[in-house]
């Protein structure tokens, strides 16, 4: 008989926790405990979890994204923002654009300078899985310089990353069509995902107003927990249903309250701090059982290349931008290493790749296939090295108490 969906929820759970105990004990972050019983249990091995039980789950993901989110979103205060500003801005640019551009000429010239696989895979690239490095920062305690700069960093991010990959994959269509005798509206193409952006962060900041006008005149907060769910569910699922960012809406949403309220905003994140555990043993427990690691030995030279040149891109261009915006010297040295973590925007992005090269001729659909095949396989590698360098990166900035 099969185990009830529930049970496997708790199995879920049970195992994460005593898996992150053990990954602490070995001065690894929890999360890579949580990631590591999944994938044992997941679609790689036991097949205890396999995929469609994970589809049942899939909801589970998307509102432990949204939490991160609205976490991300509620240290964003402006006060920071105005004291990292330039420094932000210029690390923000010179980061994502630099990963794009060498990962885009490390593909082109293993290629024979094929532009379209080359530009799809620079636009994969920029793009940073926030949910590892906000876990490693609230687990460890992280205060500082260098931790205010990675929550901006990665909440931010990937709003780049998906504006660089709509002009990127506008052009790169527009080339593919030349090929077989079409064309395409590349100014069409990439215009959308600016304003998937604009109405992602104008919903969040609405639903972000009404929130904590709510929080405010809350009588127990014992119920704000609920008031909060609620919210952060209604803003993922909106995103959801409508096309717009998962990822930027509840960020919205924290930005308000923090930014308007801070007494309210220290209560709600001293309310949800026991529930942030178990949101992220779920969220990469489920995260381990979606990978399959049998992708591994097909990564090849385009797989080690786009490992090594995003790492580069990441490393170099933090570092570079903290420089011209005069960063703090902890900034400078490690913000690059802090941001290595990659998965489901650039999975995602993937998905769509395949889905619309599939029908655009072969040379297209073998983009298609490569990108989806090579991501997944070194997000793997980017989901276990990122969290343990964004550990690294703030023990060695002195912001992990002792």
């Not at 939490?67 to 990292?84: D, H, Q, T, Y």
């Not at 506008?170 to 090929?179: C, G, M, N, V």
């Amino acid at each position: 008989m099969a185990v009830s969906i529930i049970a496997l929820v708790g199995i879920a759970i049970l195992s994460g926790l005593y898996a992150g105990k053990f990954a602490r004990k070995i001065g690894l972050p929890s999360l890579i405990g949580f990631m590591l019983a999944g994938a044992i249990m997941g679609v790689s091995l036991l097949q205890v979890f396999n995929v469609e039980i994970l589809e049942h789950l899939s909801f589970i993901p998307e509102i432990a994204l949204g939490f991160v989110a609205f976490s991300i979103g509620s240290e964003l205060n402006l006060s920071v923002l105005k004291r990292l500003g330039k420094s932000l801005t210029a690390i923000l640019l010179c980061e994502t654009l630099l990963t794009f551009a060498l990962v885009t000429l490390g593909v082109l010239l293993i290629s024979g300078g094929d532009w379209p696989l080359a530009l799809i895979f620079g636009a994969m690239a920029p793009a940073t899985a926030p949910a590892g490095t906000v876990a490693v920062l609230q687990e460890y305690k992280a205060r500082g310089n260098l931790t205010q700069a990675l929550y901006a960093v990665v909440g931010f991010d990937d709003g780049i990353a998906v504006l660089i990959f709509g002009f990127a994959f506008a052009l790169s269509k527009s080339l593919l069509s030349s090929e077989t005798g079409g064309s395409a509206d590349v100014l069409a193409t990439a215009g959308k995902p600016a304003l998937e952006i604009v109405i992602s962060i104008a919903v969040g900041l609405i639903l972000g107003i009404v929130y904590t006008r709510l929080v405010r005149v809350i009588r127990s907060h014992d119920n704000i927990p609920a008031l909060t769910f609620g919210f952060i569910c209604v803003s993922v699922g909106l995103a959801l249903t409508y096309g717009f960012s998962p990822i930027l809406t509840p960020m919205a949403m924290g930005f308000v309250l923090s930014n308007t309220s801070r007494s309210e905003s220290g209560i709600v994140a001293n309310r949800l701090r026991p529930l942030m555990p178990l949101i992220f043993i779920l969220f990469f427990f489920i995260a381990g059982a979606h990978l399959n690691l049998g992708s591994l030995p097909s990564l090849g030279l385009l797989g080690l290349v786009y490992i090594l040149a995003r790492s580069a891109g990441k490393i170099l261009g933090a570092g570079f931008g903290a420089r011209i915006g005069k960063a703090p010297s902890n900034i400078r040295k490690y913000l690059g290493i802090g941001i290595l973590s990659q998965a489901g925007v650039a999975i995602g992005l993937s998905i769509a790749v395949a889905q619309q090269f599939s029908q655009m001729g072969v040379h297209a659909s073998e983009i298609g296939t490569a990108t989806i095949t090579t991501v997944t396989a070194t997000c793997i590698i980017f989901e276990i090295i990122g969290p343990i360098m964004a550990k690294y990166a703030l023990k060695k900035a002195g912001e992990i108490p002792e």
